[in-house]
């Protein structure tokens, strides 16, 4: 009995760690946005609040929603991962506050920009 109770911290501090040593997964939407400063493979997610997730897309599993239309879409889907468009990403947590997707789901094309007449 003696050695379970020595043995119960550090059972109970391991239990802590095991959610910071996988990352911690999310779901978030929201409009892709380029920063001044971004580096390439990452993008900015802008949420229907305002706030802004740092999100590393390279890696990432990418395609489309139902609801964007087969004649819109691009062959290969990374491509149409631009400033404007809405998608849904499923990613994990980083130590500084940045996310690597692992999956992102196109849910709205980024607006064309038509030629000015």
């Not at 009995?1 to 990352?23: E, Y």
């Not at 400063?37 to 949420?47: D, I, L, Q, R």
């Not at 290969?76 to 631009?82: D, G, R, V």
Request: aromatic share 6%.
């Amino acid at each position: 009995m003696r050695r379970i109770t020595r043995l119960w911290p550090i059972v109970f501090a391991l239990l802590l760690c095991l959610p910071v040593m996988a990352g911690t997964p999310g779901s978030f939407r929201g409009i892709l946005r380029k920063g001044a400063s971004t580096k390439p493979g990452w993008m900015y997610v802008e949420g229907p609040n305002d706030a802004l997730r740092l999100v590393k897309v390279t890696g990432a599993s990418v395609s489309y929603s139902e609801e964007v239309p087969v004649e819109l879409r691009q062959a290969n889907p990374k491509e149409s991962l631009k400033p404007g468009a809405e998608v849904r990403v499923l990613a994990e947590l980083g130590r500084h506050g940045d996310w690597q997707a692992r999956e992102i789901e196109i849910l709205r094309l980024a607006p064309t920009r038509q030629a000015s007449k």
